[in-house]
RNA sequence: GACUCGCUAGCUCAGCAGGUAGAGCACCUGACUUUUAAUCAGGGGGUCGCGGGUUCGAAUCCCGCGCGAGUCACCA
């Protein structure tokens, strides 16, 4: 890495110290934002200035368009970005000359002023002092075409969004849409707890987990798949509208919808059943989509998603007979593979759970618009309800929106005996190769005995929802710091070392 | 994991009948007190992803490796 503007900004910060201007200096008073200043003095007319009002604003160099005895200069900050106005006869000869030779493209700088409007209508700030806040030795992206390189967009996450004011809002929307769904669940008095990731067995879903080990007590332990378990242990307590945000962890692929930490909602809803979850999960993200998109139907990836409500509904198994011929209730596993087979996908165990989770991936891609599949096979749902009136099914949705899983729910499975019994064909599975089956959980199995109100449970994996409104085609996009291979800067950050050492 | 494509200055890219590397932005110097991809003049900056091979000579051709992207297969 050969950077020559990095040794002159470093002689540069020497030289300014030297000077008795301070390149990292501690606080800025700020007063206003740069989306908050040009809202508030859009209607000034062209050239109109407002010298009684004062400015305090900061933000990073952004651009800089120098005119020897008065410069133009754009602000960014994380409501967007605001031109400034400095000239020497306003600020002083000394003052002029540290701007002129110390604030580059990049810096974050303090400005003190008052608003205006320029000859061509831009609100501007017109500077009567500046401070330089904060030296940047890295020279900034190109400013025109930003950052295209995805492997420094994913390793330096930090380059794309202080470069790309889209980056920076689609972040913000994130966050937005985390605080939507807080709000939106208070209202419903849902009250929001936590429940532990570092576990001694996993449950509560079908995947493998991440392993690690704990000191003090020379055990293994495990990354959580899933929240359910613990969730539901607080139901055994006492709680009856709860909901749990936070990371889950799966060893598994990585892909355009997958990632191996990822944000995972659940909620549970006690004396509810499945179909109150369907209808408060319809309401949920209809009001994210409509806030954070703008509508109810919106763009993704070229194709148009309807968010209208209600949603389709169909049954796994009807679905399933109608695309494929295959009644994954009635058939035997020999017909299943060889439908299967027919459809070029090879089934890596014949167990049948397995078989009817392939035959559900064949026909997934189909669903575009949110469609609730209800009614899964008792095998594949070994944590919910029977249903109340077919005993070959459960009382359970997936919500699929763009061929993605976004949802999964039930009525809970609140009979200790029943649940028992379905833990242990899980152990059988476990048992006979199935990393991802479930294992045995007797301290959940002790709390079910002590009784579980009826409970609706829902869980919502938040990061597809966003892709959809973010319309980001994988999921690395809406992922602030996504998991990338370590290696490769090794050379780079050595170099850099050796010089600052010099 | 398989296949396809990519990796050249800090960033975005050109250069590939094999002849020793270029542009724009950014940076430095100078001019310029309402510009907005400011403008004008001049300048510095590269182990062409890494390693090996072919060749008098490789950014360019061949092989291996690394990292990334896309498609497919699998788990939310």
Avoid: C
């Amino acid at each position: 890495m050969s950077e020559e503007t990095r040794r002159q900004r470093l002689r540069e910060i020497d030289q300014m110290r030297e000077e008795g201007v301070e390149p990292y200096p501690y606080r800025f008073e700020k007063t206003h934002w740069a989306g908050d200043i040009k809202n508030e003095f859009s209607t000034l007319e062209n050239s109109q200035t407002k010298e009684d009002v004062e400015i305090r604003t900061a933000g990073r160099v952004m651009a800089l368009r120098s005119h020897g005895k008065s410069s133009f200069f754009v602000l960014r900050d994380d409501t967007g970005r605001i031109q400034a106005y400095i000239r020497l006869d306003s600020v002083g000869k000394d003052s002029f000359e540290i701007f002129k030779k110390y604030v580059n493209i990049g810096d974050f700088v303090g400005v003190t002023g008052f608003p205006f409007k320029t000859h061509t209508g831009e609100v501007s700030v017109f500077a009567k002092s500046f401070e330089i806040l904060s030296k940047s030795i890295r020279t900034m992206p190109e400013k025109w075409h930003g950052l295209k390189d995805k492997e420094i967009i994913y390793r330096q996450r930090y380059a794309e969004m202080l470069s790309s004011d889209e980056a920076l809002n689609r972040f913000k929307i994130r966050s937005e849409l985390f605080r939507l769904i807080r709000e939106f669940l208070a209202q419903r008095r849902f009250i929001e707890v936590d429940t532990p990731m570092l576990l001694h067995l996993t449950g509560g879903a079908s995947a493998r987990p991440f392993e690690t080990r704990i000191n003090v007590f020379e055990s293994q332990m495990f990354l959580r798949i899933a929240e359910e378990l613990f969730l539901k242990r607080y139901l055994v307590g006492g709680f009856e509208r709860i909901f749990e945000i936070g990371k889950n962890f799966r060893n598994e692929g990585i892909s355009y919808k997958h990632h191996p930490e990822f944000t995972m909602m659940e909620l549970y809803w006690a004396y509810a059943d499945y179909n109150d979850i369907m209808d408060i999960t319809e309401a949920m993200i209809n009001h994210i989509v409509e806030n954070l998109a703008g509508s109810t139907r919106i763009s993704y990836q070229g194709r148009e998603i309807d968010f209208s409500r209600p949603w389709r509904r169909v049954k796994m198994a009807d679905f399933i007979q109608d695309n494929l011929g295959a009644n994954i209730l009635e058939d035997s596993d020999e017909r299943l593979i060889e439908v299967l087979k027919k459809h070029n996908s090879e089934p890596d165990m014949k167990e049948r759970g397995h078989l009817i989770e392939k035959l559900w991936d064949l026909v997934e891609d189909k669903l575009v618009n949110p469609t609730f599949v209800t009614e899964h096979p008792v095998i594949i749902s070994p944590l919910s309800k029977v249903h109340r009136s077919d005993p070959r099914v459960t009382e359970r949705f997936e919500l699929i929106i763009s061929s993605m899983e976004m949802a999964n729910a039930f009525s809970e499975l609140n009979d200790p005996i029943e649940q028992h019994r379905r833990f242990l064909h899980q152990a059988g599975l476990r048992e006979a190769g199935d990393e991802e089956a479930q294992m045995m959980d007797d301290d959940f199995l002790r709390a079910l005995e002590y009784g579980m109100p009826p409970t609706g449970g829902l869980g919502i994996g938040w990061d597809r929802i966003l892709m959809l409104v973010t319309d980001s085609p994988t999921i690395r996009d809406i992922i602030p710091f996504p998991l990338v291979r370590p290696i490769s800067f090794e050379e780079e950050e050595l170099q850099s070392e050796e010089e600052l050492q010099e």
